[in-house]
Structure formats: structure tokens, C-alpha cells
């Protein structure tokens, strides 16, 4: 169980995603686990998602990480060690996980442990750990993800996603003004709005004092907000100013913002707003998993943590993942993987070091659950 070598066995195999295929990966897991209790739940054909036993009892953890990466040329999957770095599509997010789960799984816990091992988390985690564990529940989840070995991802932001209309007055290039027409008056807005999100901050010392109490340092990963304008669409032809345009944008904040303060930001004259969805933030404070609940797991990581010699840091991050799939359930979950870069990236890396010592405080927390 060489967290090293199953990192780059696991990168060997193709689950980029889409098609997001796991069956290879499954089953070469499931051999590595051959002599325990397993079972594989799909929900989509070739969606595989494998669940290993470790321990059945009371109190039960699970550890888990997913096995699908984003789409890559073929070349990544041929794993390259340079300088300490493991490169190669999926050894950072979040292959190198799995492998340090996997290498944690040796010790004999006291606790109930088992393992999920999931897809699809790329594309919303649905056919993953979403619908594992509507079918195998723990009291408690820790989930892979590249956070680095001395960082809990303890909060996710609230997404909102919101097409704009823009209407403008349209005529001829040679004799109307675009400064009058609606894509004009759009790429004013998404400028403004880009920028005036990067502002944003809200109440967040309430926030920083509860992790401080903790014994963590509470970081903010990139922004407390952000507005995204991911796509425009508008106009009649070349030649014409548009009379109108749409622009598509993923807008994210952190739970201390509120929605309130998001709708005065976003509010412009003369422009239409329609919600296409929203979810809501997950985190310490901000779902229904009880406080008391979230502590206790909390303070179970941090002594894992600094059993390794390190300082633990809470992590704030505009990304989401699986966590919200357990966490709706009442169930505390908190992110943990091995560090490393450029995730989503073609020089996409996992640091060698970072994956022993992810597998050591994955089992220091299997042992103080």
C-alpha cells in the first residue's frame, strides 16, 4: 500500500471525465483490498463506485476521495516524477488522495472504517459519492481533496447562477453609435461587476475568532466573492449594434456575505435578471450539521494534524465538491488531501512527500475517532 506507486497506477488509468469511466480503476482497487468486505454501487452504467470495509462498528468513519479527473491530452496520463513532484492528469486532483487513503486503510482501527471511492465528482458528484451515500451513511466523512496536509477545508461558497439581459438601441455600424448598443453597454457591466465582487469582504472576524479558538489559522482562498461573466451571447450581425445580448455568469460568496448584499451588487437600470440555480453555502455555520458535531470532528483533524508537527489552518474556498452530498444530511465532512499545483492544469503535480504524510494523519484521525 505505497501511497507513491498507487498514485501513479491510478494516473495510468484513463477516467478523465467525460465519459468519466471507473470501472478500471474499481476493479484494480478492489483487488488491492481483495481480502476485506466490498461492495460497488452505479448508478450509471460504467460510473462505478466502490465502498471497502475496513472495520464495521460504532462509531463509523469513512474516508473518501473520487476517482474522475478533467479531460486531458493522453500524454498526462504517463506519470513523471521530476524534483519531488509526481506530474501526471488526476495525481493531484485527486488520485494522490486515494493512494493516501488506500496506505491509511493498514492499521487496525477501533472505530468502524470504511472507504468510498466514488465518480463523477468533476461533473457535480451525482452519480458519486451523492448517491453512495444516500446508501451507506457514517457519523462522520473525510473527504480527499488537495487541500495540503496541514489544511481542512472547513467552508465551501454559496453559487449562483444568473443570466443578464442587456437591451440596447440597434442600427447601422457606419451611422449608429455602439456605444448605444446592448453589448457596449454589457462589457461596462462585467467590468464593473468583476471588480466590485473582488470587494466584497462582509463579516467574516466572527468566522476567523471560531477557528482561531480552534487552535487553526483561518485562511480565504482567493476572493470572499466573485463574478464570473463565462459567456455572452447577442447581437444580429457583423455590421448591425446589437439590440440586445445575454451574459451568462457563475457568481460565488462566501456564507458571511449576504444574499441581499449580492442582489444590490448585481443591480444595474434597465436590465433583466433571470436565476437558472443557486446552491447554498456548506460549511461550520452555514448548513444543518450541529455545531457540536462539527467541532468534535474538527478538533479530532487538528491534533492529527499536529501530531505531524505541523500548524493546521482552516481553509475558506469559492470552489465546491462532495462534501455538500454528505453534509445535507446533518453529517459533519471536512476536506484533507496531500498538496500540490497547477490542479486542473497540464503540469498538474502532487508533491511525493505530501502523500506519506497525508497517509500518516489520515490514520492519526482513524485512530483519535
Not at 64 to 73: C, E, R
Not at 337 to 356: C, I, Q, R, S
Amino acid at each position: 500500500m505505497d501511497p507513491l506507486q498507487i498514485t501513479k497506477d491510478l494516473v495510468k488509468i484513463d477516467t478523465r471525465n467525460p465519459p468519466g469511466k471507473t470501472a478500471e480503476a474499481v476493479e484494480y482497487l478492489s483487488e488491492l483490498f481483495s481480502s476485506f468486505e466490498q461492495k460497488v454501487y452505479a448508478k450509471e452504467e460504467g460510473k462505478e463506485n466502490l465502498v471497502v470495509y475496513i472495520r464495521k462498528g460504532k462509531p463509523e468513519l469513512m474516508l473518501t476521495s473520487h476517482l474522475d479527473t478533467v479531460p486531458a491530452g493522453d500524454e498526462l496520463l504517463n506519470p513523471v516524477i521530476v524534483d519531488g513532484k509526481l506530474y501526471g492528469r488526476g495525481s493531484c486532483d485527486a488520485k494522490g488522495c486515494v493512494a493516501a487513503i488506500c496506505s491509511a486503510a493498514q492499521i487496525e482501527p477501533e472505530c468502524g472504517l470504511k472507504l468510498a471511492f466514488t465518480s463523477d465528482e468533476e461533473v457535480g458528484g451525482v452519480n458519486g459519492l451523492g448517491y453512495v451515500f444516500e446508501r451507506e451513511k457514517a457519523d462522520a466523512v473525510v473527504v480527499g481533496e488537495p487541500t495540503g496536509s496541514d489544511k481542512i477545508g472547513v467552508l465551501q461558497a454559496a453559487v449562483l447562477a444568473i443570466d443578464i439581459e442587456f437591451k440596447g438601441n440597434s442600427g447601422h455600424t457606419a451611422s449608429h453609435d455602439a456605444i448605444e448598443g446592448a453589448i457596449y453597454r454589457a462589457s461596462q457591466y462585467i467590468v464593473e461587476k468583476v471588480e466590485s465582487f473582488r470587494r466584497l469582504e462582509g463579516a467574516y472576524e466572527a468566522y476567523r475568532e471560531f477557528f482561531e479558538g480552534l487552535g487553526m489559522e483561518f485562511l480565504i482562498k482567493s476572493w470572499h466573492a466573485v463574478f464570473n461573466p463565462s459567456m455572452i451571447r447577442g447581437g444580429v450581425k457583423r455590421n448591425v449594434v446589437a439590440p440586445k445580448c445575454t451574459v451568462y455568469a457563475d457568481v460565488r460568496f462566501a456564507p458571511w456575505i449576504s444574499i441581499e448584499d449580492v442582489r444590490r451588487e448585481l443591480y444595474a437600470d434597465d436590465v433583466e435578471f433571470r436565476v437558472e440555480g443557486f446552491l447554498q453555502p456548506y460549511g461550520v455555520k452555514s448548513d444543518r450539521v450541529r455545531l457540536e458535531d462539527d467541532v468534535r470532528l474538527l478538533k479530532i483533524m487538528v491534533e492529527a494534524i499536529v501530531e505531524e508537527g505541523l500548524k493546521p489552518k482552516a481553509v475558506f474556498s469559492l470552489g465546491v465538491g462532495d462534501t455538500r452530498h454528505v453534509r445535507k444530511h446533518g453529517i459533519p465532512a471536512f476536506y484533507l488531501g496531500p498538496g500540490g499545483g497547477n490542479l486542473h492544469g497540464e503540469n498538474e503535480f502532487v508533491y511525493v512527500d505530501e502523500l506519506y504524510r497525508t497517509a500518516k494523519i489520515y490514520q492519526n484521525i482513524i485512530r483519535r475517532f
